[in-house]
């Protein structure tokens, strides 16, 4: 690649570290490190994906330019040692369970990177790229602002933390970023929704979406109190938090016993029966974090002027609060980074290297220049091939022509198909390169694809798969949603009324009562999270599709994540099949390699294998 500016961007050492790869400003390459060392949210040094973007671009790491790095960890390791001096003596314990590691590792990052990279790339250090540091909020904005659509908006960024903003607003024109003001640690919208998914119970940055997806179980009746004891909410959507309800700063633990005293008892035990009090308690602090998003966003529109909005951090996952913001209509259209999290950091580094620092013009694309988030690796037949015939698979192998119709019957049938095709998804959502479909039609898939499928939790809801030109015809909404990052409601069209006995239904009785045409993708407030396929970008996926609405008149399919809970998504086709054989998986599609389980040769019964993921 002779004459190319090769920038590699980097996240690590937090949670979910990924490596991204910009060639003269294109997006060629980008993944999760978790994908392929297969430990969820692995924060480690990104040694596989970085191996990934190179081998992708075909080149080495002697042919980069610059490494960027997503974050700016002295300015962070001073917000650590500024806020244990500000709680002194408090959080002794936490300081004595965090120092270690920085002194070790963290605080001599720049020496670790050369040195892991020095390794990695078989090089000496005076051999190695420049290496850059942006900074954590700066990534998060350049990830969602410079791949977007539009040549002018405003961006919103909301997290847990980075080195001491929480919450970030910038206005993006052509190649460059301003930054115009921020919410700093300790008040934090992500992390007092990361407090309320401690203390019902689920996993902090891993068990968010369970809070959003309990939610709609629930009756906000916490919200008063929310408001009135834990945030100072403005009316211009700016917020101080009560630091005497919270633990994150000086403890172990996300609350404390006040917090407890004043939700009426202890946190919920993890894989312990959720009840109503769970429920109610998502449904508030749901309507609390939408209520800030609103605020934050009105305020922003009058202050930039500007008609469209960009949106990246943690919090812009959580596609509920993304879906009343795009209703609310108080910008003309959002824009999400699909790869929200930290993960896109590593993209937004690299990003902010070429436009900001090298002031490279910048090209709108009309949809955006993510490329459907389809960044991850690929499998040709050959290796699809090898690796199937190493795990002992029994396939046949089909054209499209025959392969399609077929899978069309299938899932008519019933069945649950895992589906493996083209390039990985960058980002936490299968977007239909590692996927799990089926008939969203049916009133058992729900059930069937959580409990017999997933192993995970009943109340989890399933998204639907519909194709582009059919959004508006099953959902009440207009615009794409290609990752999978807005909820809107179904179509009134396609809704069954309740009946009163129904209405009266609490919590998880609500959940076995179809609510439309399509019950498995409708959850119990009669509402979905979209992903709109496009010809496009996932054109296999798009003909997949149509042929099950050739043959049910349905355009829409199933779509969960290809993977077991706790479990990274899967990467190789030696990952799908192993999942396929471990579940109740019906049939399995690499490519256009088809296996129904069936035919399989005889596995002996084990359910040790459950142990290998910790569970999310």
Request: hydrophobic share 40%; charged share 25%; net charge negative.
């Amino acid at each position: 690649m002779p004459g190319a500016r090769i920038i590699l961007g980097l996240s690590a050492y937090y949670h979910d570290s990924a490596a991204a790869l910009l060639v003269d400003g294109v997006i060629t390459a980008a993944a999760q490190e978790e994908r392929f060392t297969r430990k969820k949210h692995d924060p480690g040094f990104p040694a596989h994906s970085i191996t990934y973007c190179l081998e992708e671009a075909g080149i080495t790491l002697a042919d980069v330019d610059e490494v960027v790095f997503y974050d700016k960890p002295l300015v962070k390791f001073e917000r650590l040692l500024e806020t244990y001096l500000a709680y002194a003596p408090n959080g002794i314990r936490s300081f004595i369970a965090a120092m270690p590691v920085w002194l070790k590792e963290k605080l001599y990052l720049k020496s670790t990177l050369k040195r892991e990279l020095a390794e990695l790339g078989n090089l000496k250090r005076q051999e190695l790229p420049a290496l850059l540091f942006a900074e954590h909020h700066q990534s998060h904005a350049a990830s969602a602002f410079f791949p977007s659509p539009f040549e002018e908006a405003a961006v919103m960024c909301l997290d847990g933390v980075g080195e001491w903003a929480t919450t970030t607003v910038w206005k993006g024109s052509g190649n460059k970023l301003e930054a115009q003001w921020e919410i700093d640690f300790p008040h934090s919208l992500g992390l007092l929704y990361s407090a309320f998914t401690y203390y019902t119970g689920f996993k902090v940055n891993s068990g968010e979406y369970k809070l959003m997806g309990l939610a709609p179980y629930g009756d906000p009746k916490y919200v008063d109190l929310i408001t009135e004891h834990l945030i100072d909410l403005k009316e211009d959507g700016t917020f101080r938090l009560d630091m005497s309800y919270f633990n994150y700063c000086t403890g172990l633990t996300m609350t404390n016993s006040k917090f407890d005293k004043l939700f009426g008892g202890p946190a919920r035990e993890a894989e312990s029966d959720v009840t109503q009090k769970e429920m109610d308690i998502a449904a508030s602090i749901q309507k609390v974090t939408e209520e800030v998003v609103l605020r934050l966003a009105r305020t922003v529109r009058e202050e930039t002027g500007c008609r469209y909005l960009c949106l990246a951090g943690g919090v812009a996952l959580n596609c509920v609060a993304n879906g009343e913001l795009l209703r609310a209509k108080i910008f003309d259209d959002l824009w999400i980074q699909p790869a929200a999290g930290d993960a896109g950091g590593a993209l937004g580094a690299a990003l902010v290297s070429w436009y900001e620092r090298h002031d490279n013009p910048r090209t709108v694309e009309p949809h955006d220049s993510m490329r459907g988030s389809y960044l991850g690796p690929d499998f040709g037949r050959n290796e699809a091939r090898v690796q199937l015939d190493a795990a002992g698979a029994v396939y046949r192998e089909l054209e499209d022509t025959e392969l399609m119709p077929e899978l069309a019957d299938i899932l008519a049938g019933e069945n649950v198909i895992g589906w493996f095709q083209g390039r990985m998804e960058f980002g936490p959502r299968a977007l239909g390169g590692r996927s799990i479909i089926g008939d969203p039609r049916s009133k058992k898939m729900q059930s069937v694809m959580n409990l017999k499928i997933k192993y995970r939790e009943s109340f989890r809801p399933f998204a639907p798969s519909v194709l582009s030109e059919d959004v508006s015809h099953y959902f009440e909404q207009d615009s794409p949603s290609p990752y999978m990052l807005l909820v809107a409601p179904v179509a009134e069209a396609i809704r069954y009324p309740m009946t009163e006995e129904q209405q009266q239904l609490f919590g998880i009785e609500k959940l076995n009562v179809p609510r439309s045409e399509l019950p498995s993708i409708t959850h119990v407030d009669y509402s979905a999270r979209i992903q709109s396929v496009h010809e496009q970008t996932n054109p296999r996926y798009h003909r997949l599709i149509a042929s099950f609405k050739e043959k049910t008149g349905c355009g829409v399919v199933v779509n969960t994540s290809f993977n077991v809970r706790g479990e990274p998504i899967v990467c190789t086709p030696t990952d799908a099949y192993r999942c396929f054989m471990r579940t109740e998986m019906d049939y399995l599609v690499v490519g256009n390699f088809l296996m129904a389980k069936p035919d399989q040769p005889e596995v002996p019964e084990d359910h040790e294998w459950m142990k290998e993921f910790e569970l999310d």
